[in-house]
Each structure stands twice: as structure tokens, then as C-alpha cells.
């Protein structure tokens, strides 16, 4: 008889503070149709963490005693903990919430190893994305002085930004924009609307393969229609960042074909005007808003692109 499949594990990281947990019980306080085992890897033995998810998790595994990318007891610990939880759970998905002094390149490394020394063969887990949520308020800061927040960030398939509304002010968003560009001008920057909405977008987002799963797929499934255009939109009256917004239409590259539309600029009374047009995106101030309620109105023409996607980018603009 065969071997079950391996289960994706998604690996949760981000410096002290930046909000891993309350992502986490986001994620496991509403119903969905998959079953997600959690383990948590705590950096001492004080329990407050791992208790606030327990009240939303049935299966719990706490890694007390140390950082699992440093001590090889910990590493061994780790496996053993993800071969029991998927012999006892049997879950369609895998969440390991890392301390906050985790190096994710250890932990891969780590369980790259014990896949080798392995006697079956067979693993119980494999790593199907790294996602690094970062603090809004001191992820500037901590980028600066810490070398695992750097690391975190390098090894990120997509980044979560926390605490927005504490940011501080526009430019100092828009500078931890570019710092998170200039480490990993590969992953995606998103942040997500409070509630019910927000919840249901965050969890697919949260579980999606990282890059190396989604390139596989597509050079499996590639048919050539890389040149369909599609159209995406975007209303949002909160105020934005608007060098963050040209950042998210620049990242697009020469698939953004075509943008039009309005933004609330943060402080200013003034209508930003955005646009697209040959090889150019520019984003200039007009007349007054005059009364109208200031509302962001964009509307994005493009190679394949992906209109969630785009939402939560432009969400992580959100100027404090």
C-alpha cells in the first residue's frame, strides 16, 4: 500500500511582536472546510501564546525550550512533533507558528536533513510556503537593528503587514515599503480588512502553495495564454500611501497595460489622479475633492491579473 501524500506545511515567521498569534486565531476563529493542525514553537516555556490558540485549536503542539533553527535536540523534536500530529490528525494542512528569532532557512535546512536521515524514506510534511507577517508600527525599526527580521523578510514567499493603523506616518509606511522591496522584491506585500470579509480573503491567502509550488504548476499547466487581459477594480475611501500604490503598479511590470482612476491621498485635500498610459504610471494631484467624500476609484487593465491580489495589496497601503 502507498504512502499517504506528504501534508503542506506553511511555515508562519515574523519578528517579536508582529502579530503571528493574532493571525493565527483569525484564521482558526471561523469555519472552514479544512482541517489545520497547528504547532507552535515557543521560545521559552511561558505559555500565554500557545493558550490564546488552543481556545480556537483542537490540536495544539507546543515546542518549549528553544528556537528550532538552533538546537538539533529541537529540530528532532520538531519532526517528531509534525509525525505525530499528522498520524494522529490526519489534517489537510499544516501551520508551524516559529518564535519570533526564528531563521527560516534553518528550519528548512533543518528538515531537509531529517528527510535524509530518514530510514523510510517517507515525510511526514512538506514545506509548501514561508509567510512573514511585519510589524507597521516597528517593523522599520527591527529591520534596521536585526538581522532575523531581515531573515525572515529574504525568506518570505508573501509578507503580511500588521498594526497599519499604528504606522506612524505616511512616509514612514512608504519607507518600510521600500525596505521590504529592497530585501524581497519577489513576494508579495498584502494586508487585509478587519472582519468577516477580511477573515475569508486572509485564510486562502494564508494557505496558498509558495513560489516554487506555483511555478511547477504553471510550467505543468502553461497553454499559452499568457496575453488574456483582464480588468480589476478597486474602491476604497480609507486614505493610501500614494507612493505605495505607484509601487504595487509598477511591481506589475509590462502586464499593466492600462490604469485609470482617482486616489485619496493621505493629507492631502487634493484628488490624486492616477494613470497608466504607454509605458508610463503616474500619480499626480488635481482639484479639491470639493465636498465629495474623498474614495480611492481605480480601475486596472492587464495580463492576468488577479483582482484579489490586487486588493490586498492596495490594502497594505493604507496610510495610518
Do not use: Y
Not at 34 to 54: C, M, P, T
Not at 72 to 97: F, H, K, N, T
Not at 121 to 128: A, E, F, I, L
Amino acid at each position: 500500500m502507498s504512502a499517504p501524500a506528504p501534508v503542506p506545511l506553511v511555515i508562519l515567521t515574523g519578528f517579536l511582536g508582529a502579530g503571528k498569534t493574532t493571525v493565527l486565531n483569525r484564521v482558526l476563529s471561523v469555519q472552514h472546510q479544512r482541517r489545520v493542525a497547528v504547532l507552535v514553537n515557543e521560545l521559552g516555556r511561558i505559555d500565554i501564546d500557545a493558550g490564546l490558540i488552543r481556545r480556537r485549536a483542537g490540536d495544539v503542539l507546543e515546542l518549549s525550550g528553544g528556537c528550532v533553527c538552533h538546537q538539533i535536540g529541537v529540530q528532532r523534536e520538531l519532526w517528531s512533533a509534525l509525525e505525530d500530529v499528522v498520524r494522529r490528525s490526519r489534517p489537510d494542512l499544516a501551520v508551524l507558528e516559529t518564535t519570533g528569532l526564528a531563521e527560516p532557512d534553518a528550519i528548512l535546512r533543518g528538515l531537509d536533513e531529517l528527510t535524509a536521515d530518514s530510514e523510510s524514506g517517507q515525510v511526514p510534511v512538506r514545506v509548501s510556503a514561508v509567510v512573514t507577517v511585519v510589524d507597521g508600527e516597528a517593523g522599520l525599526a527591527q529591520l534596521d537593528r536585526h538581522e532575523e527580521a531581515r531573515d525572515q523578510v529574504r525568506a518570505a514567499d508573501r509578507i503580511l503587514l500588521s498594526k497599519l493603523d499604528r504606522a506612524g506616518t505616511e512616509q514612514r509606511l512608504v519607507e518600510l515599503h521600500r525596505r521590504l522591496h529592497e530585501l524581497n522584491p519577489l513576494a508579495e506585500r498584502a494586508a487585509f480588512a478587519s472582519g468577516g470579509a477580511g477573515t475569508e480573503a486572509l485564510i486562502p491567502w494564508l494557505f496558498a502553495p509558495g513560489r516554487l509550488a506555483r511555478a511547477a504548476g504553471k510550467s505543468a499547466g502553461h497553454h499559452g495564454h499568457h496575453h488574456q487581459l483582464a480588468a480589476a477594480t478597486f474602491v476604497d475611501p480609507a486614505p493610501l500611501a500614494g507612493e505605495a500604490v505607484l509601487m504595487v503598479c509598477q511591481a506589475l511590470g509590462e502586464r499593466l497595460v492600462r490604469a485609470k482612476g482617482f486616489v485619496h491621498v493621505a493629507g492631502e485635500s487634493r484628488r490624486g489622479f492616477l494613470e497608466r498610459a504607454g509605458t508610463r504610471t503616474t500619480l499626480e494631484l488635481g482639484e479639491p475633492w470639493d465636498g465629495e467624500v474623498p474614495t480611492t476609484r481605480l480601475v486596472l487593465i492587464g495580463e492576468g491579473l488577479d483582482e484579489a491580489a490586487l486588493q490586498r495589496q492596495l490594502w497594505a497601503c493604507r496610510a495610518p
